[in-house]
């Protein structure tokens, strides 16, 4: 599975932005995609999944900011960032997981950076 993520850029304070990823495969068949991120000097953290359900979870700290969705036609998955703050800043990258009986596979993107910044 290939995932190519987009859309990535710098943008000011209560800017928004809205990140793309293209799956390789149908991504209806995709247990869960997320978002995750990962600032200079800090750890890769979830920022929000979608099962195949469509039950989505986010951080806490993007709750009410941030929107995960999916288009399994285009076979898409985004991430709709309003109110974009600076510790929003971070490589971005796009995950899938694929369960099956005989095990659990995990793929990720290349990343795009977000910078927020003034």
């Known amino acids: 599975v290939q995932l190519q993520a987009s859309g990535g850029g710098l943008v000011q304070p209560g800017g928004s932005l809205r990140l793309s990823c293209a799956a390789s495969?149908?991504?209806?068949?995709?247990?869960?995609m997320g978002w995750y991120r990962q600032a200079p000097g800090k750890e890769r953290e979830l920022v929000a999944r979608?099962?195949?359900?469509?039950?989505?979870n986010y951080a806490d700290s993007v709750k009410g900011r941030f929107t995960i969705s999916k288009n399994n036609a285009n076979n898409a998955l985004y991430l709709q960032m309003n109110s974009l703050e600076p510790e929003d800043t971070a490589v971005y990258y796009c995950?899938?997981?694929?369960?099956?009986?005989?095990?659990?596979?995990?793929?990720w993107g290349q990343g795009t950076q977000v910078t927020v910044s003034s």
């Open positions: 495969i149908s991504i209806a068949s995709i247990n869960v």
């Open positions: 995950h899938a997981k694929i369960v099956s009986v005989m095990a659990t596979q995990s793929f």
């Open positions: 979608v099962t195949a359900a469509r039950i989505k």
